[in-house]
């Protein structure tokens, strides 16, 4: 077993799993696409809206004045995070998102990849040929700390810095990517401390699942 592919079965060894329930979309309603706003990284719930019910349908019995509440459907997120937080993986009804924590990709204040950041990379890359995904999203943030243009600018960098080796690692000219920096927008915790700083220093890489992307 190489030396990379020993250190990618101890992070799978160490991560924790939760599940948890995200957002829920009303019958009727379109499903938003998979191309993000421009003011917001996310995307929204994706769940498919439920089948309709027919509430005369005499096979289904309800007490005399009673009705059938709206429907709804839950869009379902998986969320696992490695023990140290370094890297966190999402899994929804329609995307896949890694977050991985700038410590581990690059030196402070830089958007130069280190030693290490490739064979992490190239893990993402391989579930991004796993689903059979067309349109990955790589996009950056940073903490609070330093102004908000110099933010803006570091961000960017180090998401063009991973995209170029996912680029390499999938040699797909049929993916598109779509490259974006946010500086401190989006925090995923609080800025008041470093804990919570190191996880707003990030890169988040996501993508549609195999059975959402329409190949």
Do not use: C
């Amino acid at each position: 077993m190489s030396a990379a592919t020993a250190s990618r079965t101890r992070r799978a060894h160490a991560r924790s799993a939760a599940a948890v329930l995200a957002g829920a979309i009303a019958l009727g309603l379109s499903v938003a696409p998979h191309a993000l706003a421009d003011d917001n990284p996310y995307p929204s719930a994706s769940a498919e809206p439920p089948v309709k019910v027919d509430p005369s349908a005499p096979g289904l019995k309800l007490p005399s004045g009673a009705q059938l509440a709206p429907p709804k459907v839950l869009d379902i997120k998986s969320v696992v995070e490695d023990l140290g937080g370094e890297e966190r993986r999402e899994d929804t009804n329609a995307d896949v998102k890694f977050a991985l924590q700038s410590e581990v990709l690059f030196d402070k204040d830089s958007a130069k990849l280190n030693g290490a950041a490739n064979s992490r990379i190239a893990d993402v890359a391989a579930e991004i040929k796993k689903q059979g995904s067309k349109t990955v999203r790589v996009f950056g943030f940073t903490d609070n700390l330093g102004s908000h243009a110099h933010g803006m600018v570091l961000s960017k960098d180090r998401a063009n810095a991973v995209q170029k080796v996912l680029d390499r690692e999938l040699n797909d000219p049929s993916i598109q990517f779509e490259i974006r920096g946010y500086a401190e927008q989006f925090p995923v915790a609080e800025n008041s401390t470093e804990e919570g700083r190191k996880k707003n220093r990030r890169v988040e890489i996501s993508f549609p699942r195999g059975n959402a992307s329409g190949n």
